[in-house]
């Protein structure tokens, strides 16, 4: 039997996604009955609604892995009903809904519970489901017209109570579970109010314990990026890169930062003003993390987890003068240039230079 992935979707596994089964209960602080929800029988989704809600279960197709506790099995035992097509996939949606609006003891702010069922294509020929689940809030929006007055054009502004918003910023909380055992999670989450964590009442709705510490994700994503910078040919890089300008700046940004995020860690990496050999370091880098599990997740990075042997850059010259750092060697006044002979000039600037014995 083969292993379960450590990754996350890739590019490739998001844009295969497909709805099988959709459904969305309405959920608003001012409906008195059922938790403040109001179920639905059905969603008719013409292609444009499909590509909109598509987009939403794209955006949300990572996440913090996590692993359902054993004893926490509510959750878990719902989301394999769903999976089953003689199953009453409204009614259990419905049960899912209700325990989610239940728990929230605090004010609850208007909008959708989602719960889809979704196929992507984890390998040729091999096509498998995911339950995905998100809670957006309604953002009120305006829409317009315009009338001929007196030969004059006039915009009239007529206001979208129920809008859904196309933006990230839209989705509060969301879950991708895989009841199967394809992925070495079970779930991966996010929650907008409390990120890098989980609120208590969505985390106990969910019924996971993380799958990793800080610290082992901090090393994984350095560790990462170090075996991908030592596969890249010199031709790949820009002029005077190496492997330890990828490795320093990961480093740097892993000390200077008090939240993971996988595109701002990316682009702190990655420096190349040649944009399209930029977007391909870009797309293997993410691949990358996205294999060994880091792409997606959020979390403190602990730097101090990274063992010194890692996080040292050391360059030894032929001469016998060995230079040792830690981070990017552009922050610590190292400069390195090539010379026609095939030689290289070391330049080091520093406000102090002394001896030690």
């Not at 981070?327 to 095939?342: C, M, N, Q, W, Y």
Request: net charge negative.
């Amino acid at each position: 039997m083969p292993q379960p992935l450590e990754s996350v979707l890739g590019q490739a596994q998001r844009d295969s996604l497909e709805i099988h089964n959709l459904i969305f209960h309405i959920i608003d602080p001012e409906i008195e009955e059922d938790d403040h929800v109001l179920f639905l029988d059905e969603v008719e989704l013409q292609e444009k609604q499909k590509a909109f809600f598509l987009d939403r279960l794209r955006d949300i197709a990572e996440g913090t892995q996590y692993k359902f506790l054993p004893e926490a099995v509510s959750l878990k035992e719902k989301c394999e009903l769903l999976l089953d097509d003689a199953q009453d996939f409204n009614q259990i949606s419905r049960q899912i809904t209700r325990d989610f609006a239940g728990r929230h003891q605090e004010q609850m702010s208007a909008g959708v519970f989602v719960i889809a069922v979704v196929t992507f294509q984890a390998a040729a020929h091999n096509s498998r489901k995911l339950i995905l689940m998100v809670k957006m809030d309604r953002r009120p929006s305006f829409s317009y017209k315009y009338e001929l007055r007196n030969g004059r054009k006039i915009a009239v502004m007529e206001e979208v109570p129920n809008a859904l918003s196309e933006t990230k910023a839209a989705v509060q909380k969301s879950a991708v579970v895989d009841v199967t055992d394809h992925f070495a999670w079970d779930v991966l989450a996010f929650d907008r109010v409390k990120k890098p964590l989980l609120s208590d009442y969505f985390k106990a709705f969910l019924g996971v314990t993380a799958r990793h510490q800080d610290s082992e994700l901090t090393r994984i994503a350095h560790g990462t990026v170090k075996k991908w910078a030592g596969k890249l040919a010199p031709e790949a890089m820009p002029e005077g890169e190496d492997l330890f300008s990828y490795t320093g700046r990961a480093f740097n940004y892993l000390n200077d930062h008090a939240q993971f995020d996988t595109d701002a860690f990316i682009d702190a990496v990655i420096k190349d003003q040649n944009s399209e050999r930029k977007d391909v370091l870009v797309r293997q880098l993410k691949d990358e993390l996205a294999l060994a599990g880091v792409a997606g997740q959020q979390f403190v990075p602990r730097p101090g987890s990274i063992p010194k042997k890692q996080s040292k850059q050391v360059y030894q010259t032929a001469e016998g003068v060995t230079i040792t750092f830690e981070g990017d060697k552009d922050a610590v006044g190292l400069r390195i240039e090539a010379k026609p002979d095939g030689g290289k000039i070391l330049t080091i600037e520093t406000n102090q230079l002394s001896i030690k014995q």
